[in-house]
Every structure is written in C-alpha cells, then in structure tokens.
C-alpha cells in the first residue's frame, strides 16, 4: 500500500513474520526501532535484534516471572481493589475507565519506582504514556524533531525516578533488581521507559471492553459463577478488541510473504487487529487456533516480556468486578481520536 508499506492481514503469515527474527527485524527503516530510538534510546527490546536483544532479554525476564507479576499486582493493588469492591459491593456508580487508569498508573509506578500513593499521581503517568502515543499514526515512520523531543521531555521525570530507585538498588523494586543483575543505568532507565509506554494503555484499555464484551454477550454471569472461564474470557476480548492493532518489521532478507516478494529496507505493518477480526465476533466458547495464539502479544523473539504483569493485572482487577455480580452498565462512550480503541467512559453499578 503506498505510502503504508507491505500489509499483512492473515494471523498465520502474521505469525510466521514474527517467528523470521532475521529476515524480518525491528531495527532497519520504518520499524519500531525508527519510532522509539530518538526517544528511548538504542537498548529497549523494542528496537533491538540478534545477541544484544537476546542478552538483554533473559536478564530481563527474570523480573517478570508469573509468580513476581502476580505479587507485585498483590502489593500494589490490594487498596485499589478493596476501595473498587466496597463501591461495587454498595452499589455506587465506577466509571471503570477511570478506575483501570488509576490501577495501572499504580503498577507502572512501582514497576519505574514511584513511591505514591495519590490516585492524581497514578492519573498523571497514564496520561503521560497517552501523550506520547497519541502523536504516532499508521503512517508515522518517525516522530518529527519537535514531537521527539516533546515526547522525551514528557518521559524525563520517568527515566529521573528509574534511575534513582536503581541507584538505592532496593531489591523489592523492580529498578532495584536490574541493578542486581548487572544491567547498566543507562539500559535500565530506557526499560523503564519502554515498560511505562507498553504497559499501562494494553491493561487499561482491555478491561472495560471485556467487561463489556462479557455483559453484551450475556456472559458476565456465567464467568463469575466460574474462575476458570477468566483466562478463556480474557484471552477471547483480547482477540476481539486486539490492543496492538499494528505490528512493524524492516525487511532485512529478499524473500517473500504468501506470494508477495519483499525487499530489504521494504516496510512491514502487521495488521493484528484484522487477523483477529476475521474468526468473528466475541464467542466465549470460541477456540483459537495455534496461529492466532495471543498474537497480540506477538510470537517468536519479540513475544511481549510483560505478558505475565500484564494478565496479573487484568486478573486481579476483572475478578473483583466480576465478584460484583450481578452489574449493569449504565452509561457508556467511545474514546475517540485515539491509536488504541478504547472507551472514554464505561460506568457500571449493581
């Protein structure tokens, strides 16, 4: 497509480009690492490929192990959710875009080290991620000089409080626990700003729409009559709402995808939100097939290093709400203007 590249619309060549590392890369022209290194910096996972990123990665992963995801969500979350289940349990009105930008400001200020505990605080970093994001497009191929160098601006008290937790080198914080594992400063403060840009509009945006997926479908009640159908419920609003709509590669290698030749320096947009939207519309006891398999987390070298705090999240805070039942939703508006679909506000009550 001019001026967009090469599009990719069907999950298993999809997944077959996210599996090919070396043919198809996030550091060359038009991919991420065109979009995030004037802002980042060169060691974020995000731009990086062969025996650098893998290094980094698996010191990185060990921060992020389900059982970790799942304690830090514990700590950081246990007053969120008990104020969330009290209004829920009263009957009051929770605007639950509000509420899921609140917890996942929560958690990105722990995971970069940001001892608060004020909800504006925890408003203020999601809205500082949604600043940076709200300039990128399907087109933009990089941000502009003045739009970097706003963007880096906005990330500079991020990577400041980074630094300083992995300076005190505290091995309960996550800042504190790279240090230990010998990654540098300068590594760690562009993790944390990869995590920050990643890992609060995926959580945040997710929720509401599965609620309201579960509710539109008339399957809040049964999910809540049983645990075991959150993971299923979550992986499936996943699919249906898909919070990485877009996927980019470099091509490195000629080769080809389907049968459609590709060229180094050509550009690669993996158009994740139309892989998933072709199996349909939301089906609880729809099964996914092994090529559409959290592709919205990606696959291959490059699969999302904060899938388990990403679920942690989504789990702790879905249950609550579903522990609520039964809920109605009351009001309810589409974000508009936004990369990511999202609600602008999506209030429930009993």
Request: hydrophobic share 45%; with cysteine; charged share 20%.
């Amino acid at each position: 497509m001019p001026g967009l590249g090469v599009v990719v619309n069907d999950a298993a060549l999809a997944r077959q480009v996210l599996l090919d590392g070396e043919t198809f890369r996030k550091d060359g022209p038009g991919s991420s690492g065109d979009l995030w290194t004037p802002i980042l910096g060169p060691s974020v996972l995000l731009n990086m490929e062969g025996p650098a990123h893998r290094a980094l990665r698996a010191r990185l992963a060990e921060l992020f192990t389900p059982g970790y995801a799942d304690r830090l969500c514990a700590q950081v979350l246990a007053e969120p959710l008990a104020a969330l289940s009290g209004r829920l349990g009263r009957g009051e009105p929770v605007d639950l875009v509000d509420t899921m930008r609140v917890m996942a400001g929560a958690v990105i200020c722990a995971v970069v080290g940001l001892e608060s505990r004020s909800e504006d605080d925890h408003r203020q970093m999601f809205h500082r991620g949604e600043q940076i994001v709200s300039m990128v497009t399907l087109r933009t191929r990089t941000l502009p000089p003045a739009q970097a160098r706003r963007a880096r601006e906005v990330l500079e008290p991020v990577g400041e409080i980074a630094a300083r937790a992995y300076l005190a080198g505290d091995q309960s914080t996550v800042m504190g626990r790279m240090r230990e594992l010998g990654i540098s400063e300068a590594e760690a403060r562009g993790a944390a700003g990869a995590f920050f840009l990643t890992g609060t509009e995926t959580v945040a945006t997710l929720v509401p729409r599965l609620i309201a997926l579960l509710h539109d479908a008339g399957q809040f009640d049964r999910v809540a009559a049983d645990p075991a159908l959150l993971d299923p419920a979550i992986d499936e609003a996943m699919r249906v709402s898909t919070p990485t709509p877009m996927m980019l590669r470099s091509v490195h290698a000629e080769t080809a995808i389907g049968d459609v030749p590709v060229r180094p320096g050509d550009r690669v947009l993996l158009a994740t939100h139309n892989c998933c939207q072709a199996y349909g519309p939301f089906d609880l006891d729809r099964p996914h097939p092994p090529e559409l398999r959290r592709l919205w987390f990606g696959a291959g070298p490059h699969f999302c290093i904060g899938y388990p705090l990403a679920m942690a999240e989504i789990r702790a805070v879905a249950a609550t709400i579903l522990s609520a039942a039964p809920l109605r939703i009351v009001r309810r508006s589409a974000a508009r203007g936004v990369l990511i679909p999202t609600y602008r506000e999506l209030v429930v009550t009993r």
